[in-house]
C-alpha cells in the first residue's frame, strides 16, 4: 500500500519570502500526486497535480511543485508568500492500478507572519 | 454549480445515538468516498463506493456504515456514536481515472 510522509507539521514564514513544503511518498507502483489547501473552516480545494509528463507542475495562487522519483518527492514550493496563503496543505498520492483511493499525509501549517 | 454537497454543517450528538450524515454529488463520478479529518492525522478513508451499487471499506471503517442509494448519493450512518468520532467528515468524488478528489465543506460532529 501507499503512504505519504509531511516531514514538517508547522512551516512558520515572514511575508513575500520564500517557502518549500516537504512530501514523500512510498508506493510500489507508478503514482499520481496531489496537494489540497484547505482555509480554516473550509474544505479542501486543489493546488496542483502530478499524473505524467513534464515533473514540474505548476498549480494556482503561484505553487508549483516538483515531482523527483529517485527520491520519491513531490516538495511544494511558492517564491514570495502572502499573508492570505496561511492555511493548511496536504500531500497525497493515488496509484495507477488497482483502488485509486487518494492517501493523504498529516499536512502542513503554512503560517504567514507580517 | 453545486459539486458535492454536504448535510448536516454541524450536529452534537450524546453518546449511543444515532445519526446520518449525507453527501450529493452533481458532476456524474462514479466515485464516492467519505473521510475524517483529526488533527495532526491529515485524512483517513471511512469507506468508498466505486460505482453505484458497491461499497468497500476504507483504512478506519469501524463503527460505521454506509449507502449508496444512487450515483449522486453517498450516505454514512454512525449506529451508535462514540466520543471517539468526534471529528471533521468530508465526502468527496472523483473521476475514476486519477482519483482526483473534489471535496464538500465538511460536517463537523461532536459526540458527547
Known amino acids: 500500500a501507499q503512504s505519504v510522509t509531511q516531514l514538517d507539521s508547522q512551516v512558520p514564514v515572514f511575508e513575500e519570502a520564500p517557502v518549500e513544503l516537504r512530501c514523500n511518498y512510498s508506493?510500489?507502483?507508478?503514482?499520481?500526486l496531489f496537494w489540497y489547501v484547505q482555509y480554516p473552516n473550509q474544505g479542501l480545494q486543489l493546488l496542483l497535480k502530478y499524473l505524467s509528463g513534464s515533473t514540474l507542475v505548476k498549480g494556482i495562487n503561484g505553487f508549483e511543485a516538483e515531482f523527483n522519483k529517485s527520491q520519491t518527492s513531490f516538495h511544494l514550493r511558492k517564491p514570495s508568500v502572502h499573508i492570505s496563503d496561511t492555511a493548511e496543505y496536504f500531500c497525497?498520492?493515488?496509484?495507477?492500478?488497482?483502488?485509486?483511493?487518494?492517501?493523504f499525509g498529516s499536512g502542513t501549517r503554512l503560517q504567514v507572519q507580517p | 454549480n453545486a459539486g458535492v454537497t454536504q448535510t448536516p454543517k454541524f450536529q452534537v450528538l450524546k453518546t449511543g445515538q444515532s445519526m446520518t450524515l449525507q453527501c450529493a454529488q452533481d458532476m456524474n463520478h462514479n466515485s464516492m468516498y467519505w473521510y475524517r479529518q483529526d488533527p495532526g492525522m491529515g485524512l483517513r478513508l471511512i469507506y468508498y463506493s466505486a460505482s453505484e451499487g458497491t461499497t468497500d471499506k476504507g483504512e478506519v471503517p469501524n463503527g460505521y456504515n454506509v449507502s449508496r442509494l444512487n450515483k449522486r448519493e453517498f450516505s454514512l450512518r454512525l449506529e451508535s456514536a462514540a466520543p471517539s468520532q468526534t471529528s471533521v467528515y468530508f465526502c468527496?468524488?472523483?473521476?475514476?481515472?486519477?482519483?482526483?478528489?473534489?471535496f464538500g465543506e465538511g460536517s463537523r460532529l461532536t459526540v458527547l
Open positions: 508506493s510500489s507502483v507508478s503514482v499520481y
Open positions: 497525497a498520492v493515488s496509484v495507477s492500478t488497482g483502488r485509486r483511493a487518494l492517501t
Open positions: 468527496a468524488s472523483s473521476t475514476d481515472r486519477t482519483g482526483e478528489l473534489f
